[in-house]
């Protein structure tokens, strides 16, 4: 994803929230998904002068991390759809990336919203850590606990995906 950021000339945005989070996640299973809202969201720029922007808001009980970008958006009639599998708009698109990012977050127990406007852009929101009901189910089915948090983790994820250090 960074080597098409800096390809497509794409600005960064970030605010991080300063507050840590201590969340259970499986992180190659996270950063499938963050990656593959990044490189939509990359694709969906192009043509413009591209704005990504990555935030994080962190509270006692839930940590939120929104990737928008300014770009074609999503009409309303194609919004329902875009986690179905084989959805795409894409000519040389599968319509398995965002399919497979719904799955992998609801694994996680991630919630997940998206609010997009044709032709100004789309923002994914993730809410980390949003139903301990979901936990308990986890660890009663010996799901395998990692315990992560979520600033420093979300930060190095995101940093992984761009590239950066």
């Known amino acids: 994803a960074g080597d098409k950021i800096q390809l497509n ?19 190659p299973q996270i950063l499938i998904a963050l990656t593959n809202i990044v490189i939509n969201a990359i694709d ?33 009639k194609n919004l329902n759809k875009i986690f179905e599998p084989y959805f795409t708009n894409k000519p040389d698109g599968l319509g398995l990336g965002l ?19 044709e032709a100004k852009g789309t923002n994914f929101i993730l809410r980390f850590g949003e ?13 395998p606990q990692l315990n992560d948090t979520i600033n420093e983790f ?10 950066e250090d």
Do not use: P, W
């Not at 799955?103 to 406007?117: A, D, E, F, P, Y």
């Not at 139903?131 to 799901?143: E, F, G, I, S």
């Open 9 to 27: 000339d794409i600005t960064i945005r970030k605010n991080y929230a300063a507050k840590d989070f201590k969340i259970q996640i499986n992180r």
């Open 44 to 76: 969906a720029m192009a043509g413009v002068k591209g704005i990504l922007t990555l935030v994080t808001i962190s509270t006692d009980e839930t940590c939120i991390v929104q990737i928008e970008d300014n770009g074609c958006g999503i009409s309303e």
């Open 99 to 117: 399919a497979t990012t719904r799955n992998i977050l609801r694994s996680n127990h991630v919630g997940l919203n998206v609010k997009s406007t």
């Open 131 to 143: 139903n301990d009901h979901d936990k308990l189910l986890q660890r009663k089915r010996n799901v």
């Open 154 to 163: 979300g930060l190095r994820l995101i940093d992984t995906i761009l590239h």
